[in-house]
């Protein structure tokens, strides 16, 4: 290729890329990253560690933020959401809780008021008694509420962390009503069973993992299909103590307001695959043993709507709705 030729390229090059560049579309302010919960819990873990990879592999141009928004089992932090409609500064992070509040009704708005931007990963649920307790495995504890189910206490953060216990307890035949459920804000549950102040708690790993490392806490079951590994290693699920209801995880995805055009959908769906990729993101996730599965918003819509109808079937069937 002689001199003239690679010249022209270049000039073409350069007259071309400006209208690369506003067919897509990029942040012009400060995003806000919303999160359904309090700072300290597994929902502001997986946000700011999402958000703090964007701005250090320099995905996104402008500034960020994460901004906890809990309340009312989370619909404070999707109604905040909601009232941003053609916003794509304004991104929130979505959990089953999205369709169980809509479920029970504490959430007015449902999953096809918000607009799906991609799946991240999924979450087991940690069962976890204090280090002294007298319960030694998680079949002594149900074999104890079967015999009286008032006489041990439950802290749970959300309705997914009560369907997951629920889901073994129905297994069991354990009278459900009596059982004393102890709703605590995010990020306190497991900090008050290693006080002594409830007898287990349901979780996940990153807020339950300092206590066990710390020997305050001692998990006695996991949600998960299979067994964990780190220190669960030598804990078992649900299922191989007998509980065949006892398989349950959780997810996190990232959804936005409705009215958002489909290259600002693209835009962060593209950002959060490569956060999802990075080398960085998958220390973090072998960790907190999270499974990251990323999907981007036409399948995370898919799943979210058979999800709907799983969640409904499974609370109808706890007795949580009608």
Do not use: C
Not at 73 to 96: C, E, F, K, M, S
Not at 116 to 127: E, G, M, V
Not at 139 to 144: C, G, H, L, P, T
Not at 150 to 169: Q, Y
């Amino acid at each position: 290729m002689g001199a003239g030729t690679r010249l022209l390229g270049v000039v073409l090059g350069l007259a071309f890329a400006p209208a690369a560049v506003a067919q897509g579309w990029v942040p012009q302010r400060n995003v806000e990253f919303i999160v359904p919960g309090g700072a300290g819990g597994n929902l502001d873990a997986v946000a700011r560690s999402v958000e703090r990879l964007w701005q250090e592999l320099k995905l996104v141009p402008v500034s960020s933020a994460v901004v906890n928004r809990p309340g009312g089992q989370q619909a404070v932090a999707y109604g905040y959401i909601n009232q941003r409609a053609g916003d794509p500064h304004i991104l929130g992070l979505a959990t089953p809780v999205l369709l169980t509040s809509h479920l029970t009704g504490m959430l007015p708005l449902n999953y096809t008021d918000l607009t799906p931007i991609a799946f991240l990963l999924t979450d087991n649920y940690i069962f976890s008694v204090p280090v002294d307790s007298p319960i030694k495995t998680g079949k002594d504890f149900v074999e104890a509420l079967k015999k009286r189910p008032d006489s041990l206490s439950i802290a749970v953060g959300s309705l997914t962390h009560r369907i997951a216990i629920g889901l073994v307890l129905h297994s069991a035949n354990v009278d459900i009503k009596p059982v004393k459920i102890v709703a605590l804000t995010s990020g306190t549950q497991a900090t008050s069973v290693a006080g002594g102040h409830v007898d287990m708690v349901v979780t996940g790993l990153v807020q339950t993992l300092p206590h066990l490392e710390s020997g305050k806490l001692r998990a006695i079951a996991v949600s998960s299909p299979k067994r964990m590994g780190g220190a669960l290693a030598s804990t078992p699920t649900w299922e191989e103590l007998g509980y065949k209801r006892g398989t349950y995880q959780t997810w996190r995805g990232v959804v936005a307001a409705k009215g958002i055009t489909s290259a600002q959908i693209a835009y962060w769906e593209g950002v959060l695959r490569q956060v999802t990729e990075s080398e960085e993101f998958r220390k973090l996730a072998e960790r907190n043993q999270w499974d990251v599965a990323f999907k981007g918003s036409a399948e995370m819509a898919k799943l979210i709507a058979a999800e709907y109808a799983d969640t409904r079937s499974v609370m109808t069937y706890l007795g949580l709705i009608k």
